[in-house]
Nanobody, 122 residues
Framework: QVQLVESGGGLVQAGGSLRLSCAASGRTITNNVMAWFRQAPGKEREFVAR????????YYTDSVKGRFAIFRDNAKNTVYLQMNSLKPEDTAVYYCAAGVMIMTNPAAYTDWGQGTQVTVSS
């Protein structure tokens, strides 16, 4: 089993940037599809972005396209989410997840971090 720990969240003004990190331990995530999800208060967990094993084929939900970028450093066993031009509606707890299938459904991911809070003020 892999342990995932997110970091990098915080409070930022609208238009600002944050970079989230997801550090994995316990085993390598080289063979995993990695994804970021988010959950705002009172809402269901929402897919944000995912990246394949080799770091190719990043895929984003429409609301973050052009603003967010997911990338991974397999040598560091870490996945990142660069978030630019942040908006108040991006406010949520952000979770990273590991899976083996290239999907956007959270049920397809077997390992989850504890989440990191991102708050965007207007």
């Amino acid at each position: 089993q892999v342990q995932l720990v997110e970091s990098g969240g915080g409070l930022v003004q609208a238009g600002g940037s944050l970079r989230l990190s997801c550090a994995a331990s316990g085993r390598t995530i080289t063979n995993n599809v990695m994804a970021w999800f988010r959950q705002a208060p009172g809402k269901e967990r929402e897919f944000v972005a995912r990246i394949s094993w080799r770091g190719s084929s990043p895929y984003y939900t429409d609301s973050v396209k052009g603003r967010f970028a997911i990338f991974r450093d397999n040598a560091k066993n870490t996945v990142y989410l660069q978030m630019n031009s942040l908006k108040p509606e991006d406010t949520a707890v952000y979770y990273c997840a590991a899976g083996v299938m290239i999907m956007t459904n959270p049920a397809a991911y077997t390992d989850w971090g504890q989440g990191t809070q991102v708050t965007v003020s207007s």
